[in-house]
């Protein structure tokens, strides 16, 4: 995603344990993936917390999606929103971290060229799309707290399915031509990624070809799905909170701030631990930090967001304690 905004030289480093050199002359068929080389002797703890994340994430991000499809009292914009970006926290996660348990439990891993930029893709498609379904919901609180009278006017079904679409196809054409103009690289030895999973900026390193045209792309995609919605989130929360401090009623403020202080910290997390990942060099000593910083960004993000979400909304604990009623 914002591997568009900055765009610094890969240094990959030498071959991991167990390494294959495979790779045709100048044609890299295969990419080897160093993962967390540097944390060998806590192979088996960094697994087992990672499985128990995984499956957590899968679990939290399930339960809301469930939890909206069978609540009427959930059956509002605001949610399908939030459903959405569940089901591609899911698609993300689902995307990572098989690979890199794969990866931990085998001192690195050797996936095709292939392989690698298909799973570029679909990370990069995830977080685009929840880029642009992030800067929706923004407008929607917007709508909602600056000009309650016409939100059902204004944020209806048709605006909501819309803007789903929209977003979903606009971040799957983008990143499409990106997956196309790498594939049409040429890559060459070393086949190394010091990295736990097949991001921008390390795929492009590989490559013996001239990448200056791809790059200057993606910085202009980059503005487009990253620059312009961060800004207009910046905007619309400008308003909300000019607004909120114009009611005259602590408990009234109280109540506004509540209705967008999940989104608020959903985007504050999503963003903050985004910009960091891209704005970290990724050579020498900071490449470790920018390892940490990314499984972050791709693990521990979508773990939180269901729990944000969820536990300081009283609808979602409604429901919730409807469904485990019925189940009992």
Known sequence: MVMFLVIPKFLGTGPGPGFVHIMHENNVSYIFLLGFPNFHSFNSLLFLFLLIIYCVTMCGNVIIMTLVS???NLHSPMYLFITQVSLLDILMTTDILPNLLHIILHDGGTMSLTACISQFYVFAYSETSEC????VMSYDRYVAICNPLRY????TKTFCVKSVIGSCSLSSLIILMDAIAIYKLDF???NVIDHFFCDFIPIIGLSCSDTSFIQMQTTLFGIIVVICPFTMIIVSYVYIITTILNIQSISGRQKAFSTCSSHLTVVSIFFGTLFSVYMVPTQGQLLAINKVLSLLYTVVTPLLNPFIYSLRNKDFK???EKLRCNLH
């Open 318 to 320: 409604e429901a919730f």
């Open 132 to 135: 642009l379904i992030l800067t």
């Open 152 to 155: 059902n006017s204004i944020i």
């Open 70 to 72: 069978m609540s009427k």
């Open 188 to 190: 060459c030895d070393p």
